[in-house]
């Protein structure tokens, strides 16, 4: 099971990949913004700023997770296996939100806003977006599949949660 969770996941991952990398670039055409484009383009640019964070701060919780920082938390391995593909999407989210804003500026010092309309750019954000909500989507997955198996501890008990 874990090794299909972590193969499904590679396979989006790849197909991600590969529609940001077959988009096309596009053409600089300079001076054509206005202010409803200004102003999308910051809206849009928020977007990715929150998903960059959120992102970051989850990758960076889980991983002191599963690195064991926070002692007291012991996780089975479908539910580590679950947690690490989650935290892969939200490590993309991350990546394609920081190449996002790259493009962004570079189409801002080179004069040709533009380039965020082109195919290119449009997947890439896309992509943030998209492997953002596969993260949560993980994360729910998780979730529904605790509540499901009823993994819960009572106050007092102990179990094989590395309390004993």
């Known amino acids: 099971m874990a090794v299909g969770i972590l193969l499904s996941a590679a396979f ?20 054509m913004s206005g202010d409803y484009f200004d102003k ?10 929150l998903g960059i964070k959120l992102s970051v701060g989850i990758v960076g919780v889980g991983g002191a997770l599963l690195l064991g920082l ?7 391995r479908w ?8 935290l892969l999407c939200f490590t993309q ?9 790259l493009g962004v500026a570079n189409g801002w010092l080179n004069e040709c806003p533009n ?8 997947e890439i954000y896309r992509s943030a977006f998209s492997m953002f909500i596969l993260g949560l989507g993980t994360l729910m997955l998780m ?4 509540v499901a198996t009823e993994v819960r501890r009572m106050p007092g008990e102990t179990g094989d949660c590395g309390d004993d």
């Open 12 to 31: 989006v991952s790849g197909l991600t990949w590969f529609g940001v990398l077959a988009a096309d670039y596009g053409v600089c055409i300079r001076g």
């Open 115 to 122: 380039l965020v309309r082109e195919p290119r750019m449009t």
């Open 143 to 146: 979730l529904f599949a605790v």
């Open 93 to 101: 989210s991350a990546l394609f939100g920081a190449w996002w804003r």
């Open 40 to 49: 999308a383009l910051t809206a849009l640019d928020s977007n990715v700023e």
């Open 79 to 86: 539910m580590k296996t679950i947690f690490v593909t989650a």
């Open 70 to 76: 926070k002692t007291g938390v012991e996780m089975p």
